[in-house]
């Protein structure tokens, strides 16, 4: 095969595989979030407290951590294609189900098993990112795929919010959960194995390793891998309490009716698509894949924005989307550069490990934001504000 041919054979299967695994996404993130804004609806069909919320949500988290350290491991071995594709099948079936759940213990096991499937996905990702794109370009082509889950998250209020008023909760799931069985079905015919499966030389030349001790090795024993453990615990404390509790927030401290408490989400999530988008392009182009940087400005700036959030008085709407607006953008900055960099020092072989062993510490932080956050509202708004801060602070300091 000349080197015309392959590059042209290259080009189709990263832009096949890249719109593939974006729209993949999309739908992952849209059977995951439609709870968050179904909440205040699901409270009042069957009268459930904020605390019963927090259970459902912290169930949730631990269960995708865990799945997503095990998911990681498996994925380096299997073909991301069906993994991905029946991740989405399967998540699909589980909103069905949740859609029929009359009583705090069937939503907590169908959410339960959503989150199981829902690690699906983003391994599989990681191994077509890391395989089909090299480094040059992967902080870009990574920061543009994570931006999927921005689209989905500014769109998804609207969705859920539309459908939801039209139709009521139960069918809002019904719809979302064949829609994205549809999706799935799909993928298995457009996405692919690694290029090497199919005949194509390896985007970067490697060195493979395949040593069975690799694990306990370059993972366990690497302090680097448990630094960004650390700070991606404390990036999902910040970033899941911030999309979870803003529009419970707005609406029970600011008086917003839903639809603009869900606008406030839309915004969050449009602050981190350009924030996901623009940090692996300046860190790729302007700091030279120097990750670092950029994730300790993010921490600073979020800092100041979370205390002006706090203070803005009632009735300054615009201020209120401007602020999230911000926060997204700085938040997410973080989230994807930390997920990222763990790739990045390790070798391709074990990415997918790498970086479900960071999620699992990750999806730890968002399980306090659960229960444990529903306990601290229950008390004081200033507290959940000052905690989001701590986080913030300490981040700071393991970074530097």
């Not at 970033?239 to 869900?262: F, R």
């Not at 205390?307 to 300054?316: K, V």
């Not at 074990?350 to 399980?367: D, K, L, Q, R, W």
Request: hydrophobic residues 50%; glycine residues 8%; contains cysteine.
């Amino acid at each position: 095969m000349n080197k015309n041919n392959t590059n042209n054979i290259y080009k189709y299967w990263k832009i096949r595989i890249f719109y593939s695994i974006f729209v993949g996404y999309i739908f992952f993130y849209l059977t995951r979030k439609n709870f968050t804004f179904l909440i205040p609806i699901i409270i009042n069909d069957i009268k459930i407290s904020i605390s019963d919320i927090g259970i459902i949500s912290t169930l949730f988290y631990i269960t995708y951590g865990i799945s997503k350290l095990i998911c990681g491991i498996i994925s380096d071995k299997t073909n991301p294609r069906y993994f991905m594709s029946f991740g989405l099948i399967f998540t699909g079936i589980v909103n069905i189900c949740f859609g029929f759940s009359s009583s705090l213990l069937s939503l907590s096991i169908f959410w339960t098993l959503n989150a199981f499937f829902q690690a699906w996905g983003w391994p599989a990702i990681t191994k077509q990112l890391t395989y089909w794109f090299n480094k040059n370009e992967r902080g870009f082509m990574w920061g543009l795929c994570s931006t999927s889950h921005n689209i989905s998250g500014a769109i998804v209020p609207i969705i859920i919010l539309f459908i939801s008023s039209k139709t009521g909760w139960r069918n809002c799931s019904f719809i979302i959960g064949f829609l994205t069985i549809i999706i799935g079905i799909l993928l298995i015919n457009r996405l692919n194995n690694t290029p090497e499966k199919i005949g194509l030389p390896p985007i970067e030349n490697e060195k493979s390793n395949n040593n069975k001790n690799y694990i306990f090795n370059e993972i366990i024993k690497n302090k680097t891998i448990w630094i960004l453990s650390v700070l991606y615990f404390f990036v999902y404390i910040i970033k899941t309490a911030i999309n979870d509790w803003t529009i419970i927030y707005l609406i029970n401290q600011k008086g917003y009716e839903l639809l603009a408490a869900g606008s406030g989400i839309f915004f969050f999530e449009l602050g981190g698509f350009a924030g996901i988008l623009l940090s692996g392009l300046i860190t790729d182009k302007i700091f030279k894949g120097n990750r670092i940087k950029l994730i300790i400005i993010s921490y600073i700036i979020i800092i100041i924005s979370s205390f002006i959030f706090w203070n803005i008085p009632i009735g300054y709407k615009k201020l209120d989307y401007l602020v999230i607006t911000i926060i997204g953008f700085f938040i997410f900055s973080p989230q994807m550069l930390i997920g990222l960099l763990s790739t990045e020092i390790v070798n391709k072989n074990y990415v997918c490990t790498a970086n479900g062993f960071v999620s699992f510490f990750a999806y730890f932080g968002a399980a306090t934001t659960g229960y444990p956050f529903g306990l601290i509202i229950n008390l004081s708004w200033d507290i959940y504000f000052i905690l989001i801060i701590i986080c913030n602070t300490i981040s700071i300091f393991i970074m530097i």
